[in-house]
């Protein structure tokens, strides 16, 4: 999400993201507001997004199965009014999320994944105020 204005923070053992749609963007490089992601050491945070002007789009392929959830996070940093939909496509099914009201204060999204060694997971997320926009995504966990 664009930890370095170029490139990620990532750790994902068992997966790679590509975007396919978009590119990165940064609003601070070192904030104390806790709508900001934090790195892996929890010594500081970054505001930063993936953006698109209509839809944004990018897939997780998977080296190892996996089952557990997939965890994206939605910001709305600078209170844009930004508004779209975000689709998970699994293989097996598509998923999706209204981004409907104001992600001023961040939006979590939770959704439970089975994939096969080799599979891909698409994400899309499509405008329909402002931009298309994530902040971050994680596997593993509840939702």
């Known amino acids: 999400m664009a930890w370095n204005k170029t490139s990620d923070a990532v750790f994902m053992p068992l997966a790679t993201a590509v975007i396919d749609q978009g590119s990165r963007y940064r ?20 505001a930063a997004q993936w953006v698109h002007a209509n839809s944004l789009r990018f897939h997780l392929t998977f080296s ?42 961040g939006a979590w999204m939770h959704f439970p994944i089975n994939i096969a060694a080799g599979a891909t997971v698409s994400v899309r997320v499509d405008a329909s105020a402002g931009n298309a926009t994530l902040s971050g995504l994680f596997l593993g966990g509840g939702g």
Not at 27 to 46: C, F, H, K, P, Y
Not at 65 to 90: E, I
């Open 64 to 105: 190892s199965a996996y089952s557990g959830v997939l965890h994206l996070y939605a910001l709305d940093w600078d209170g844009s009014r930004r508004r779209g939909t975000v689709y998970v496509d699994d293989g097996v099914s598509v998923r999706s999320v209204v981004l409907g009201s104001s992600f001023h204060n």
């Open 27 to 46: 609003w601070s490089a070192n904030t104390g507001d806790v709508r900001a992601l934090e790195n892996a050491t929890q010594s500081q945070r970054r």
